[in-house]
């Protein structure tokens, strides 16, 4: 499975961006999909997540209410919309993917594939 993010950019606080991943390869595989991020200096962070069936979505508590994770299956694509941006939202964003339900949906270790990600920064 390969996973390749775009969208990301530069924004004022308070602004909006959306986030695509696009899937390809063996998309079947795929049981359910993510987002992470990473700021400088901390660890990689849950976001959102998605099962590929398209039912059941989870947020962290920082990000709920804002932002909004969904797929559209023709195009093996699954995007993240992002609402009233703070500039603790700034970094970067990855997408992930994985194969089974093994693991919590929260964790970076039940993911095996992921993208290159993308810089998203907010600014005060």
């Known amino acids: 499975v390969q996973l390749v993010e775009s969208g990301g950019g530069l924004v004022q606080a308070g602004g909006s961006l959306r986030l695509s991943c696009a899937a390809s390869?063996?998309?079947?595989?795929?049981?359910?999909m993510a987002w992470f991020r990473q700021a400088p200096g901390l660890e990689r962070a849950f976001v959102a997540q998605i099962a590929w069936s398209g039912i059941g979505t989870d947020y962290s508590d920082a990000v709920k209410g804002r932002f909004t994770i969904s797929r559209v299956n023709a195009l093996n694509t699954v995007y993240l919309q992002m609402n009233s941006l703070k500039p603790e939202d700034t970094g970067v964003y990855y997408c992930?993917?994985?194969?089974?339900?093994?693991?919590?949906?929260?964790?970076?270790?039940?993911?095996?594939?992921w993208g290159q990600g993308t810089q998203v920064t907010a600014s005060s």
């Open positions: 390869g063996r998309t079947r595989d795929i049981y359910g």
């Open positions: 992930a993917a994985r194969t089974n339900d093994r693991g919590p949906v929260n964790r970076p270790y039940a993911y095996g594939y």
